[in-house]
């Protein structure tokens, strides 16, 4: 291997395989780089069956910090009590052949023993990466070989060790998720630290430090499972783990499914058809509130099926719709394997959704749409009352916004957004099931999807829900005191202070969009 070579150092009057400068960067570079690799795929790998939220990536975060700290910890202990040179190669291939397996165990896991998640979850990154953390005071126990230069070896190993994370972390969210699978980027990184295992026990102790052989039967089952593991994609996007499934009771029905969360329903030759409950509910609001075939001009935070910028397509020709959708990725599907061909009057721009309301004209639009979703929860800077203004900025005086919201439970998040709603416009209501806007006198809320609606002006919410009763929702609208008592106690949010994640209870017993 490049760099080894042989170093005195005092055991007796024998000298033993030591590290080169050169090879000893190279392990610690590569093992921190390997660290931040597992961390952020394994966000990824979590999202289908965790969310994509605060609390997921914080929980992530914090094991890999742990494996981290422990891995520096017992590494740097062991390497005073044992030979570093007896360690290196196991560390690596044991990290390997875990990091290998990683994709088939919690996908298994999450579908056969879905109460063990968390704690294999947590186990396929601490024990990868305590075993990569401890390469680095393993090498600089063996590259010490004199205390007058302590302090460059370990500040220079520290540096190499940094870069290499910074590498990792570049590497995986630039490159690597968006060509590769996350099963093919953890499976490749196994391999690779397998195979670099076999000649660092080789040069370092005269013979290989793992089992090869063992090593590679592990890599074997592990790309066998991982190829037939229940994965739940179709396609890996930049943000998502996504799949189209078919609808077998409508011939060009199909639903996307994001992170395990129903997005979108659309059906290619028909525009018109709507089949979610909150999708009708949105129409309900745009048909009562304006003429019937008064073309507009519409802006949607969030594009996933396109739905509802065809639908207003179909049914008010002339309208023109700016779509604001992060993900190419998702794009790409709409186009693939959705059906959905670019068509007049649907322009699809790939942007967040806060920097285009920045680039609207003021009082351009009839209509601003909110159905972006970061996994199950609106992205937080949406959400605030910062965001709401360039909202109210870019609609017309007689415009409106109307947004999706997805909670559960006592719908902490929904009120905190429907108060920050009612500081910004002057017309607030609210569309959903009775219980859960607090007009049913019995039974708990049992969440899911609201949708709001705010405008300057007066909405006929007589119409709106004479267009609700039509489509058979069961929704009725709630306003004036009686959202102000259903909002009581709720905090304004806002770019300083907006806790969505922490107010969220984003799952109830079915996940659904």
Same mark, same amino acid.
């Given at each position: 291997?490049?760099?080894?070579?042989?170093?005195?150092?005092? #055991?007796?009057?024998?000298?033993?395989?030591?590290? /080169?400068?050169?090879?000893?960067?190279?392990?610690?570079?590569?093992?921190?780089?390997?660290?931040?690799?597992?961390?952020?795929?394994?966000?990824?790998?979590?999202?289908?069956?965790?969310?994509?939220? &605060?609390?997921?990536?914080?929980?992530?975060?914090?094991?890999?910090?742990?494996?981290?700290?422990?891995?520096?910890?017992?590494?740097?202990?062991?390497?005073? =009590?044992?030979?570093?040179?007896?360690?290196?190669?196991?560390?690596?291939?044991?990290?390997?052949?875990?990091?290998?397996? $990683?994709?088939?165990?919690?996908?298994?896991?999450?579908?056969?023993?879905?109460? &063990?998640?968390?704690?294999?979850?947590?186990?396929?990154?601490?024990?990868?990466?305590?075993?990569?953390?401890?390469?680095?005071?393993?090498?600089?126990?063996?590259?010490?070989?004199?205390?007058?230069?302590?302090?460059?070896?370990?500040?220079?190993?520290?540096?190499? /060790? $940094?870069?290499?994370?910074?590498?990792?972390?570049?590497?995986?969210?630039?490159?690597?998720?968006?060509?590769?699978?996350?099963?093919?980027?953890?499976?490749?990184?196994?391999?690779?630290?397998?195979?670099?295992?076999?000649?660092?026990?080789?040069?370092?102790?005269?013979?290989?430090?793992?089992?090869?052989?063992?090593?590679?039967?592990?890599?074997?089952?592990?790309?066998?499972?991982?190829?037939?593991?229940?994965?739940?994609?179709?396609?890996?996007?930049?943000?998502?783990?996504? #799949?189209?499934?078919?609808?077998?009771?409508?011939?060009?029905?199909?639903?996307?499914?994001?992170?395990?969360?129903?997005?979108?329903?659309?059906?290619?030759?028909?525009?018109?058809?709507?089949?979610?409950?909150?999708?009708?509910?949105?129409?309900?609001?745009?048909?009562?509130?304006?003429?019937?075939?008064?073309?507009?001009?519409?802006?949607?935070?969030?594009?996933?099926?396109?739905?509802?910028?065809?639908?207003?397509?179909?049914?008010?020709?002339?309208?023109?719709?700016?779509?604001?959708?992060?993900?190419?990725?998702?794009?790409?599907?709409?186009?693939?394997?959705?059906? &959905?061909?670019?068509?007049?009057?649907?322009?699809?721009?790939?942007?967040?959704?806060?920097?285009?309301?920045?680039?609207?004209?003021?009082?351009?639009?009839?209509?601003?749409?909110?159905?972006?979703?970061?996994?199950?929860?609106?992205?937080?800077?949406?959400?605030?009352?910062?965001?709401?203004?360039?909202?109210?900025?870019?609609?017309?005086?007689?415009? &409106?916004?109307?947004?999706?919201?997805?909670?559960?439970?006592? =719908?902490?998040?929904?009120?905190? #957004?429907?108060?920050?709603?009612?500081?910004?416009?002057?017309?607030?209501?609210?569309?959903?099931?009775?219980?859960?806007?607090?007009?049913?006198?019995?039974?708990?809320?049992?969440?899911?999807?609201?949708?709001?609606?705010?405008?300057?002006?007066?909405?006929?919410?007589?119409?709106?829900?004479?267009?609700?009763?039509?489509?058979?929702?069961?929704?009725?609208?709630? $306003? /004036?005191?009686?959202?102000?008592?259903?909002?009581?106690?709720?905090?304004?949010?806002?770019?300083?202070?907006?806790?969505?994640?922490?107010?969220?209870?984003?799952?109830?017993?079915?996940?659904?969009?």
């Amino acid at each position: 291997m490049t760099g080894l070579s042989s170093s005195p150092v005092a #055991e007796g009057t024998r000298s033993r395989p030591g590290l /080169g400068p050169r090879a000893a960067a190279v392990l610690v570079f590569g093992a921190s780089a390997a660290v931040l690799v597992v961390e952020i795929v394994a966000l990824r790998l979590l999202a289908p069956y965790l969310g994509l939220t &605060l609390e997921t990536s914080t929980m992530v975060i914090g094991i890999a910090l742990t494996a981290i700290a422990l891995g520096s910890w017992l590494g740097g202990r062991i390497a005073d =009590q044992v030979d570093p040179l007896r360690l290196l190669a196991p560390a690596l291939g044991v990290s390997g052949a875990v990091v290998a397996l $990683t994709p088939a165990v919690l996908r298994g896991v999450a579908e056969w023993a879905r109460p &063990l998640l968390i704690l294999v979850a947590a186990l396929t990154v601490l024990v990868p990466g305590a075993l990569l953390s401890a390469v680095t005071p393993l090498v600089t126990k063996v590259r010490l070989t004199s205390l007058a230069e302590t302090g460059t070896v370990v500040g220079r190993l520290s540096g190499v /060790g $940094t870069v290499g994370s910074i590498v990792g972390t570049v590497l995986t969210g630039f490159v690597l998720l968006s060509r590769l699978p996350v099963s093919g980027i953890l499976f490749g990184l196994g391999v690779l630290l397998v195979v670099a295992s076999v000649p660092v026990g080789w040069r370092l102790r005269g013979r290989s430090g793992t089992a090869p052989a063992a090593l590679a039967l592990v890599l074997a089952a592990g790309g066998l499972a991982a190829s037939v593991a229940p994965g739940g994609c179709d396609v890996e996007t930049r943000y998502h783990c996504a #799949e189209v499934v078919a609808d077998p009771a409508r011939e060009g029905g199909r639903t996307l499914v994001l992170d395990g969360v129903r997005h979108s329903y659309v059906d290619a030759g028909d525009p018109a058809h709507l089949e979610f409950t909150y999708v009708k509910a949105v129409a309900s609001v745009t048909d009562a509130a304006f003429p019937e075939g008064m073309p507009l001009t519409a802006h949607h935070l969030g594009g996933g099926g396109l739905t509802l910028p065809r639908y207003l397509a179909a049914t008010r020709p002339g309208t023109r719709s700016v779509v604001s959708e992060i993900d190419d990725g998702v794009v790409r599907i709409d186009r693939e394997r959705l059906g &959905l061909r670019p068509q007049p009057g649907i322009d699809v721009r790939t942007e967040d959704g806060r920097l285009g309301l920045k680039r609207l004209d003021t009082d351009s639009l009839d209509l601003v749409v909110g159905d972006a979703f970061g996994g199950v929860s609106v992205p937080w800077h949406l959400t605030t009352t910062e965001a709401l203004t360039e909202v109210r900025r870019a609609l017309a005086p007689d415009g &409106l916004y109307v947004v999706n919201l997805i909670d559960h439970g006592g =719908q902490a998040f929904a009120k905190a #957004e429907l108060a920050t709603l009612r500081e910004v416009f002057a017309h607030v209501a609210l569309l959903g099931e009775p219980v859960d806007i607090g007009l049913a006198r019995t039974g708990a809320p049992v969440g899911g999807n609201v949708v709001a609606v705010a405008s300057d002006r007066p909405v006929d919410l007589t119409a709106v829900r004479k267009a609700l009763d039509a489509r058979g929702t069961g929704w009725k609208t709630v $306003t /004036g005191k009686a959202l102000t008592t259903w909002t009581a106690g709720a905090p304004v949010l806002t770019d300083d202070y907006a806790p969505v994640d922490q107010l969220l209870q984003p799952y109830a017993t079915q996940r659904g969009h």
